[in-house]
């Protein structure tokens, strides 16, 4: 910013430098000069030779001549630029009585700024005849006048000046009289009459004479009028005024009728020769703004003053008695100026449009005159404060407007500049100008989006060619710096083919998926745009834009248990002593789709006994819908339909075989096409799926929960006192199977654990098979009392213990005495499945309850988990 300033002041003193070399230059008029009346076209002067310019140079720098208000009296000429007539010139009407007539003006040079003074002198020719304001004049002479004595006349009016003005005047051949030429000091001259010779009234009453006023041109012009002489009787006293010269002052905006002087004289005659009446001498003048009360002498305003026009008046007043001699005085009457002009402005150039970001330039060069005098004719020129640009005092009257520094067109294209200028007069009067100023664009803008990134959404399946979104930019520059051109960048990823996945309109910005999108193999797509203007240099701006792919049902449900793969089925074992709701299976499926699409929902298509199973809908669990009876059919055959949420629903469908079986004591043999190898039927394996808990979510997964659970499940027995021991479960969420799934760091066990481990597996596989080994007993116990007595027998209670409130609640007879650590991965929207742990029932009958029902309890409605 210091930097910015001192700068400011540097240019600000080489500017005041060049303006005083300027006016140095200029300071050096120019003299031409030209008769009046010269015809239009007329060659005045050469002024490349006049200059000291070359040859040329007048053109290339746009020369101009400027006339103080406005008015052309001379042209360039527009091949030779020598300096011609505008238009005929009338020394009378431009200067008046004013002479030499000079009119002066500027040359002004641009490129850079120069100002030449120079002056046009207009010569007078002889193009007026004097001229008296009546064509007759009456005197009234005492015959007992002396010789001598005096008479004034009007004078004549001679419109030209110098030598062709009047000069003399003449009288017509007489013996009484001969006539005079005097100056008044304004320089006109008037005629006197002087009596040589004493009248006689009784000789000669009356007498004619001819006044000649003549000028000095070549051959002179001449005006006349008629001198009538009365003379009259004895009358030996004239009126005389208190004193010969008078001097009065005026404003020139005094209303008319206004008073300003008043004149006396006195007669010493009596009677009717001492009666005086006055009398303007010069009463037809036509620029006479005055009239006397001929009774008072009071001399009034009759038409306004204007100080511009005649800064002075001379005007004579005669008295006269009633004996008809005659008194003059005169006055001279001064008019003060009033501040009633107000100031003019004259625009001699004017650029526009300018172009932004330069750091100053000349914009226009105006010049302001003010036709009052002294401090009325003094001015102030003056903008508006808040605009970016300066006004500077050039020679003479001129001044120049330039910019304060760079401009920024598109902060601000158009600037109304009004030019202020103000006199120092009372009351201050002014003028404003108004020019407006367009400021050009330059490519100084990049185009910027609308949004730093875009996120468009499109169906899988789509067709090619699909419009799938637009992208915006725009340019605050103007014209093809704000032409915007779209193209899609080089992708991140080399491996991603982005140009035969979309394409993009390099006008519009519209995007378009050039083939058929896969969700199930493409998610989502991010690619970057960019925005290129046309401006030189270009600028660009990029965005980033993702493209989501929404999934459509298009992949039926899968099954994953039971396995449909072909081989031997699998067979469920369900015994004929299950209650209501004893779990048979469960059929796992997924669906390759996501969200509701991928929401699955179960039902019984075809069974060999309808009523016997239901199928849960929305975990696809197979429950025993009624007691089992003796004669229900030992083989059943069910068909389950597993069917999706889209639109429209995807299904697929699922064989279970069950095997009803009076007791697990009962041998299971395979199908002879199942046959496996007796290594499958180790008890160990068996025993072992008895003990295990299954843990299910317990209502729908969303965005909110947590990706990592970490479950503490207690298994404890049903012994006195009971045994328990604790497993950890670690719980990962995942979007989709298709995601690889990374084991947890800290779930990774030391292999130097696994010995005690098996150690106590062992332990619990004999304390677990014992008591089965048990149970089987007990179970063909109660089935002979229940045949002995006729009634069956319902299922025992188990007894439950307290546990922590901050454990999972699980009861079963594990005896498992270390804590497990497992990987579950459960996939993100898997419905309506349920997040539990279950219990598994096993047969334990005590003495007690011997011919009571068994009661189950109302949480662990699972049986034995073959699923």
Known sequence: ????????????????????????????????????????????????????????????????????????????????????????????????????????????????????????????????????????????????????????????????????????????????????????????????????????????????????????????????????????????????????????????????????????????????????????????????????????????????????????????????????????????????????????????????????????????????????????????????????????PSVENFYTLVTEGPLDRESRAEYNITITVTDLGTPRLKTQHNITVLVSDVNDNAPAFTQTSYTLFVRENNSPALHIGSVSATDRDAGANAQVTYSLLPPQDPHLPLASLVSINADNGQLFALRALDYEALQALEFRVGATDRGSPALSSQALVRVLVLDANDNSPFVLYPLQNGSAPCTELVPRAAEPGYLVSKVVAVDGDSGQNAWLSYQLLKATEPGLFGVWAHNGEVRTARLLSERDAAKHRLVVLVKDNGEPPLSASVTLHVLLVDGFSQPYLPLPEAAADPAQADPLTVYLVIALASVRTARLLSERDAAKHRLVVLVKDNGEPPLSASVTLHVLLVDGFSQPYLPLPEAAADPAQADPLTVYLVIALASVSSLFLFSVLAFVAARLCRRGRAASLGGCSVPEGHFPGHLVDVSGTGTLSQSYQYEVCLKGGSGTSEFKFLKPILPNFSPQVTGREMEENPTLRNSFPFS
Request: glycine share 6%; with cysteine; proline share 5%.
């Open 1 to 392: 910013m210091a930097q910015t300033k001192a700068h400011r002041k540097k240019r600000q003193v080489e500017t005041f430098i060049v303006l005083m070399l300027l006016w140095e230059t200029g300071s050096e008029s120019i003299h031409y000069s030209v008769l009046e009346e010269t015809g239009s076209g007329t060659f005045v002067a050469n002024l490349t030779k006049d200059l000291g310019l070359r040859m040329g140079e007048l053109a290339a720098r746009g020369a101009r001549i400027v006339f103080k208000g406005n008015r052309q009296h001379l042209q360039l000429d527009p091949q030779t630029y020598d300096l011609l007539l505008n238009e005929k010139l009338d020394r009378e009407e431009l200067c008046g009585s004013t002479e030499p007539c000079v009119l002066a003006f500027q040359v002004l040079l641009e490129n850079p700024l120069q100002f030449f003074q120079a002056a046009l002198r207009v010569r007078d020719i002889n193009d007026h005849a004097p001229e008296f304001p009546a064509r007759e004049m009456l005197l009234k002479i005492s015959e007992i006048t002396t010789p001598g004595k005096i008479f004034p006349l009007k004078m004549a009016q001679d419109l030209d000046a110098g030598s062709n003005s009047l000069q003399s005047y003449v009288i017509s051949s007489n013996s009484h009289f001969h006539v005079l030429t005097r100056s008044r000091s304004d320089g006109r001259k008037f005629p006197e009459l002087v009596l040589d010779k004493a009248l006689d009234r009784e000789e000669q009453p009356e007498l004619r004479l001819t006044l000649t006023a003549l000028d000095g041109g070549s051959p002179p012009r001449s005006g006349t009028t008629e001198i009538q002489i009365q003379v009259l009787d004895s009358n030996d006293n004239a009126p005389e005024f208190a004193q010969e010269l008078y001097e009065a002052q005026v404003p020139e905006n005094d209303s008319l009728g206004s008073l300003v002087i008043t004149v006396s004289a006195r007669d010493l005659d009596s009677g009717t020769f001492g009666e005086i009446s006055y009398a303007l001498f010069q009463v037809d003048d036509v620029n006479q703004p005055f009239e006397i009360n001929p009774n008072t002498g009071e001399i009034r305003l009759k038409k306004t003053l204007d100080f511009e026009e005649f800064q002075s008046y001379h005007v004579d007043v005669e008295a006269t008695d009633g004996g008809g001699l005659s008194g003059k005085c005169s006055i001279v009457i001064k008019i003060l100026d009033v501040n009633d002009n107000a100031p003019q402005l004259t625009m001699s150039s004017l650029i526009s449009p300018i172009p932004e970001n330069l750091p100053e330039m000349i914009v226009a060069v105006f010049s302001v005159s003010d036709a009052d005098s002294g401090n009325n004719q003094q001015v102030i020129c003056s903008i508006d404060d808040n605009l970016p640009f300066l006004l500077r």
